[in-house]
């Protein structure tokens, strides 16, 4: 029996299991939006019939975290810079999965639409009332309500913990969870579920080694850390037949931050939490992205102070967002037909370093924000007074002096590289064909959103700009990123021909090299490897009746009309 008491919710009935995968459940290394989009389209999918994994996040906090005051990223009063109607399920295309004029396709859609933005409002009696204020951007902390909803209603399941080694294994992953000192347990005042990325090497030091179990969930070996007096923390496998990495890491700068007048953004945002100085009138924010936005707008409007915004193009550009602009974030056919270059021009123009038209609309009422053309090279405070900014343009170095500095150029793509073990390092160079770099990785994202070439699945949808649409690492398109996913776990028809086939029907023998989900259900687990994974709970009152049908593989002959012919997503 497996000791699942690192799982929340704890599994209600052990008897489910998730046939075609031999138990071994999806890993997500945060349990924010991607994470939540994906354990909802899992379960709708699951309830009319496809066989794909549980969905398991990972999350040292609680879900949504991101979003809410007091965690480094926004104070949750700042507003949605993205339609709240783009939201779990969007842009809510179930034809990947069948004919759309299949009952079992048009009944997913529907599913679907009960975990929507809208159906949130409704859930809560709130709909009509959003409507009368003329459907205003949600706060951040009403976006991670509707997260929280989501995740609970979806019975999304999640590892209490923090990321130490994400390493290959038996054709999946396992990880190595470091809990902190409530056994396992969240930490007081924190729910089960947040900060998306774990960080650091393993601890050193001894652990009571645990039994091996048959399921996803074990303890050690590992080691325990005493960070205190009476803290004591211990660590977990989990493992799982593919891993998503979500959230943008942990903040990082161009400069180096202090803590006193040169701030990171979570610096800003706690300090802001407790009250900006008064001696703080003239501030300094480096990086013109949606992160810089937010902390731009706080200040600016919110504390009243005078703003200069450090961008290293010629002005605070505002995000596209014309029908022309959003068609691509929301169906990407013909992305990758486009030149690399004009991607890349499309995403910077879109995406990157731009400010939102929410934003932009509200900044225009203050006059007190300003811009410079530049990239910030240095600070100084040699006297304890202002801190002298050091800029470089076009060759040309120049200083200025400010109260305070923000470093608000965003997260690292690349931070998980930091708690890959040595055997997924060496595979990932290998898959790379040299040293891992951003550049290598956007180009080797294939339609599942995971790099190709490696012998168990790494989605990286923070990185599938480039290769395959602009939508998937934001908030445009999650229902079409779970879809991507997901549908490279599906069992397909028995007389697709081999070269589709990503996995196998559940009567059919693995072939040697497949990941874990071409195991048949028949076949005994393999020692060590996948823990059980446990069907989430229904909602006490699921918007549709349970039905139990036939197990549903997808039609190979069936192409997805929104990409190219021949080519289907998660293949």
Same mark, same amino acid.
């Given at each position: ?15 489910? !299991? ?9 890993? *997500? ?32 906090? =609680? ?13 949750? =009063? ?15 295309? /179930? ?14 859609? %529907? ?36 997260? &929280? ?7 999304? !399941?999640?590892?209490?913990?923090? *990321?130490?080694?994400?390493?290959? /294994? ?39 080694? #645990? ?8 303890? #050690?070996?590992?080691?325990?850390? %005493? ?34 007048? *040169? ?23 480096? #990086? ?20 200069? *915004? ?29 030149? $690399?270059?004009? @991607? ?10 731009? +400010?939102?038209?929410?934003? %932009?609309? &509200? ?14 090279? #240095? ?57 891992? /770099?951003?550049?290598?990785? $956007? ?28 939508? +998937? ?22 007389? $697709? ?21 071409? @195991? ?5 687990? $393999? ?16 918007? +549709? ?8 593989? =997808? ?17």
């Amino acid at each position: 029996m497996s000791d699942l008491s690192i799982l929340s919710p704890a599994p209600a009935d052990e008897s489910w !299991r998730t046939a075609g995968h031999g138990g071994a459940p999806l890993l *997500v290394i945060g349990a924010g939006p991607k994470a939540i989009a994906l354990a909802v389209k899992a379960g709708v999918l699951r309830a009319v019939g496809f066989d794909v994994p549980e969905v398991v996040a990972v999350e040292r906090d =609680r879900t949504a975290a991101n979003w809410r005051g007091g965690r480094g990223w926004t104070n949750g =009063r700042q507003r949605l810079g993205t339609l709240p109607e783009k939201d779990l399920g969007f842009p809510y295309a /179930s034809s990947l999965w069948g004919d759309p004029s299949d009952p079992v396709i048009g009944e997913l859609a %529907q599913r679907m639409s009960a975990y929507s933005w809208a159906g949130h409002l409704l859930d809560r009696g709130l709909y009509g009332r959003w409507i009368d204020r003329g459907r205003p951007q949600p706060t951040h902390g009403e976006w991670a309500d509707y997260l &929280e909803w989501a995740a609970e209603r979806a019975g999304l !399941r999640t590892v209490t913990g923090e *990321v130490r080694r994400a390493e290959l /294994s038996d054709g999946g992953w396992t990880l190595t969870v470091e809990h902190g000192p409530a056994d396992g347990a969240p930490a007081e005042g924190a729910q089960a579920a947040g900060a998306p990325y774990g960080r650091g090497p393993e601890a050193d030091g001894p652990y009571e080694h #645990g039994s091996s179990t048959d399921g996803p969930y074990e303890h #050690g070996p590992g080691e325990r850390r %005493q960070d205190g007096p009476g803290a004591a923390s211990r660590t977990s496998l989990v493992h799982g037949c593919g891993l998503v990495v979500s959230g943008p890491g942990p903040a990082t700068g161009v400069v180096n931050a202090d803590g006193g007048r *040169v701030l990171s953004t979570a610096d800003f945002w706690r300090l802001a939490a407790d009250g900006l100085p008064d001696r703080v009138r003239h501030v300094t924010v480096v #990086g013109a992205g949606e992160t810089a936005g937010t902390i731009v707008r706080e200040l600016a409007l919110g504390l009243g102070r005078q703003v200069t *915004v450090v961008t290293p193009r010629a002005t605070v550009y505002s995000r596209g967002e014309s029908p022309f602009e959003n068609r691509y974030y929301s169906d990407p056919t013909g992305w990758t037909a486009l030149t $690399e270059d004009d @991607r890349r021009e499309f995403i910077r123009r879109t995406d990157r370093a731009v +400010f939102s038209q929410e934003v %932009q609309h &509200e900044l225009t009422l203050a006059g007190n924000v300003s811009w410079e053309s530049g990239r910030v090279v #240095g600070t100084s405070c040699p006297d304890g007074g202002q801190v002298a900014v050091e800029l470089l343009y076009a060759g040309e170095h120049r200083t200025r002096h400010c109260d305070l500095v923000v470093d608000a150029t965003g997260g690292d793509p690349l931070w998980f590289g930091e708690i890959l073990g040595p055997r997924a390092r060496t595979a990932l160079r290998a898959a790379l064909g040299g040293t891992v /770099s951003r550049d290598r990785l $956007e180009r080797a994202i294939g339609t599942s959103l995971a790099v190709t070439g490696l012998p168990a699945p790494l989605h990286l949808p923070n990185l599938a700009a480039l290769a395959q649409g602009p939508g +998937f690492p934001n908030l445009s398109s999650l229902g079409l990123l779970s879809d991507r996913v997901l549908a490279s776990y599906v069992p397909t028809a028995p007389d $697709e021909p081999a070269q589709h086939a990503a996995a196998r029907p559940s009567s059919a023998p693995a072939e040697p090299g497949l990941h874990a989900t071409a @195991r048949p259900a028949s076949a005994p687990a $393999e020692p060590g490897l996948h823990a059980a994974a446990v069907r989430p709970e229904r909602p006490a009152a699921p918007p +549709f009746p349970p039905r139990a049908p036939e197990r549903r593989t =997808r039609d190979p002959t069936h192409h997805h009309p929104r990409t190219r012919a021949g080519r289907r997503p998660g293949r």
